[in-house]
Nanobody
Framework: QVQLVESGGGLVQAGGSLRLSCAAS????????VRWFRQAPGKEREFVAA????????YYADSVKGRFTISRDNAKNTVYLQMNSLKPEDTAVYYCNANLGIMTYWGQGTQITVSS
């Protein structure tokens, strides 16, 4: 059973940067596709970024492309989301999701608040 713990959230001014971490335990994290999602108040959860374990391809939502970067350190069992040029509309709870076949795991989420 893989457990995911997100960290790195907080309050930042518009234009600032944050780096989120998703640390995994209980499994071989390097074999998992990992995605970040976010959910703003009153809105549905939406895809932000993904990193695929086979080949390391990355994918981004159009709204974050060019500003966010997803990466992984398999030795540390951790996936990162570097967020630059943050905007107030990036304010949300950010969730880490890991998939391997039919198995899927979610973290508890971390709050990002971007002030204008």
């Amino acid at each position: 059973q893989v457990q995911l713990v997100e960290s790195g959230g907080g309050l930042v001014q518009a234009g600032g940067s944050l780096r989120l971490s998703c640390a995994a335990s209980g499994g071989t994290f390097s074999n998992y596709d990992v995605r970040w999602f976010r959910q703003a108040p009153g809105k549905e959860r939406e895809f932000v970024a993904a990193i695929i374990w086979r080949g390391g391809s990355t994918y981004y939502a159009d709204s974050v492309k060019g500003r966010f970067t997803i990466s992984r350190d398999n030795a540390k069992n951790t996936v990162y989301l570097q967020m630059n040029s943050l905007k107030p509309e990036d304010t949300a709870v950010y969730y880490c999701n890991a998939n391997l076949g039919i198995m899927t795991y979610w973290g508890q989420g971390t709050q990002i608040t971007v002030s204008s």
